[in-house]
Every structure is written in structure tokens, then in C-alpha cells.
């Protein structure tokens, strides 16, 4: 935003940057920063593993990285070591659209599966990118599996959108892991099986097919018939995946999660013109309040909407009833800080 910006720093404002030359100024929400100099910066940056959204990302390090781990690749997505950016959300969705168990050990995976992980990373997170908002399904199939499996596959579902079964979750890492049983094979091509030996238990949801991966190598700027990196991205209108999409900005991304009921605290976008929020909050108030009133015009005719398990979107429950989004409330005091 620019400089001097009118945006108090909220409870969870942790760093405020301010470039006086360039008109600039950053807020960064977080549990915890740490500060340091340039070589601060190369020690944790050298930590990370390959980032599937940099054009320079190497593919080979983290297949021989893999080959190598015993853990199960549920557990490898998440270690940032190994490979940098991909969360909860993503492992689950990643997984899903490769068709990959969780609980398979990374040293069994073939190299078309990893390929295939590797493809879905770099689309997932470039969808990302462009959408400001994880949306992992692509667009024609959203509208062909319809609600509530028009954002994401798996995550947060009692039921997989494709065949109906039911979604299991377990932990992996103190992190819950999700999969389809029937989409997500619990034994590979080649007979290796998940090295799991708790058992999982039936995701009760509290929320609101791609075609086989072609995997051919394009030349240089190009992997497996997917273009890396996100610079080709910053365009009109790019096409990712099987969706030919437009950069979204920080209005865009913000009106759509409000009109899908999902809460603003999940997910960031990078680029907020304070201007741009200024300008358009008479017309996001607007859309709240229309979807207020038509709530309550259903209840007054008696006609209450059914909420099944499946059909309310992850953050619907959690105090997104028609109205702006609460700030969160000030951390308690406390010595002892939870990262």
C-alpha cells in the first residue's frame, strides 16, 4: 500500500516496513519474525528446499531427496527442507489430483508418480498465484461436480466429489492428512503399500475427473509440459492447467471469498492497494448486506436452507454469518508464546 498508509497495524501485526523513496509501506501479520541482515536472509533461505513457483527450481534435487526418504510423502510435502510452499491445503489437494496415498513412503513412489506430484505442485500454487485464493479444482470440473467441491477436492469434505466415497483423515506431523481411498490407492502400480500402522477414522466434515497427466519434457524454460516460474503469469490472461485465467486482484479475491462464505483470515493475498479496498468497501458492504437480507428472507418464509455435512463451505461455521469478517482479538498475555 502506499505510503503513509490510513490501515492501523492490527493485534497480529508483527513487522511494519516503510520505503519513504518509493512511497511504500508493508504490514506483516505472523506468530513470530525474526530480523536480521542480508546474511540472516541466505542462512534461512538456503534452509529451503526447491520452490515449485521459482523458475530456477530444481526438479532433480528433491526426486533425489525423495528416493532417499523413508518417511511417507505426506510428510515429506511439509518439510520445507525438502521442498518450499506447499501447506495442508495443498498436500491434500496435490495428492488428490495425482492420485497419490499420503501414507505411501516417498522411496517406493515411481518417477511418473513423482512427476505427477510435481506437475500438480507447480499448477495448484501457480493457480494460486493467479487466483489469490487456493481454488484447486479446475474450472470445467467444478461446475460438473458442482457445491461444495467447486474450490477444493478433498480437503475439508466428508465425501470425494469424484466417486462419492467417504474422505479419511488421520495426523501426519501433528497436521490432519486427508485422502480417498478409492482415488488415492493405498498400494502403488508396483505393490508397495502406506506404511500407516494406526487406523484412520471417517472425516466428519464441518464444511461448506482431470484427465491422465501428460508428462512430456518441453526444452528448457519448460518441465513436463508445464511452464514453471511465475513471471510468464503476471499477464491478462494466462492459461494454467486446463483454465485460462486472468491475474486477480486483491478486490477480486477478497468479493470472492465472501460471496463462497470463506473466511478472510485463511488465506493472504500479497498485493493490497489500500486505495483499491478504500474505493470498493461501499460495494463489498453492498454484497454482504445482500446476502443477509436474503437469508433472512428465507427464514421468515419458512424455508431454511438444508445444511448438510458436505454443503457448507469450511469457515461458514465459524462466525461468517452475512456480515464483515471480525478482526481477531488481542493475544492473551502470556509468557509462554505459542509459534
Not at 26 to 33: F, G, N
Not at 53 to 78: C, H, N, P, T
Request: proline residues 4%.
Amino acid at each position: 500500500m502506499k505510503y503513509p498508509s490510513t490501515r492501523e497495524p492490527t493485534s497480529t501485526t508483527r513487522l511494519r516496513m516503510i520505503n519513504t523513496t518509493e512511497s511504500i509501506e508493508a504490514h506483516l501479520s505472523a506468530m513470530t519474525v525474526g530480523i536480521g541482515t542480508v546474511a540472516f536472509y541466505y542462512e534461512k533461505i538456503m534452509k529451503l528446499g526447491p520452490d515449485p513457483l521459482r523458475e530456477d527450481a530444481e526438479i532433480e534435487l528433491v526426486w533425489e531427496s525423495l528416493q532417499k526418504s523413508k518417511r511417507s510423502i505426506g510428510y515429506f510435502l511439509m518439510d520445507q527442507s525438502k521442498i518450499a510452499g506447499i501447506g495442508n491445503i495443498y498436500r491434500a489437494e496435490i495428492l488428490f489430483k495425482a492420485g497419490i496415498h499420503p501414507d505411501r513412503e516417498c522411496s517406493s513412489l515411481s518417477r511418473q508418480e513423482f512427476d505427477a506430484i510435481w506437475f500438480y505442485s507447480v499448477q495448484t500454487l501457480q493457480k494460486g498465484f493467479v487466483r489469490g485464493s487456493i481454488i484447486s479444482v479446475d474450472d470445467k470440473e467444478a461446475v460438473i461436480l458442482g457445491k461444495p467441491w467447486t474450490r477444493r477436492y478433498i480437503y475439508n469434505h466428508a465425501k470425494c466429489g469424484r466417486c462419492g466415497s467417504g474422505i479419511k483423515s488421520w495426523l501426519i506431523a501433528s497436521r490432519t492428512a486427508y485422502a480417498c481411498e478409492q482415488c488415492q490407492p493405498k498400494v502403488g502400480a508396483d505393490g508397495a503399500g502406506v506404511n500407516r500402522k494406526d487406523d484412520v477414522k471417517l472425516f466428519k466434515s464441518r464444511c461448506a475427473p482431470e484427465g491422465e497427466v501428460v508428462l512430456e519434457k518441453a526444452g528448457a524454460d519448460e518441465r513436463y509440459g508445464l511452464k514453471v516460474g511465475t513471471l510468464h503469469l503476471l499477464k491478462e490472461s494466462v492459461v494454467v492447467g486446463e483454465d485460462d485465467l486472468g491475474i486477480v486482484n486483491a478486490k477480486e479475491a477478497k468479493k470472492e471469498k465472501i460471496e463462497v462464505g470463506e473466511g478472510l483470515g485463511v488465506e493472504h493475498v500479497a498485493w493490497v492497494e489500500e486505495e483499491v479496498l478504500e474505493r470498493n468497501e461501499e460495494e463489498i458492504d453492498l454484497k454482504l448486506d445482500l446476502l443477509k437480507s436474503s437469508r433472512q428472507k428465507r427464514k421468515r418464509a419458512g424455508n431454511k436452507h438444508t445444511r448438510d455435512s458436505d454443503e457448507i463451505a469450511p469457515q461458514a461455521t465459524l462466525g461468517f454469518k452475512g456480515r464483515k469478517p471480525r478482526r481477531a482479538p488481542p493475544p492473551r498475555r502470556s509468557s509462554n508464546v505459542e509459534k
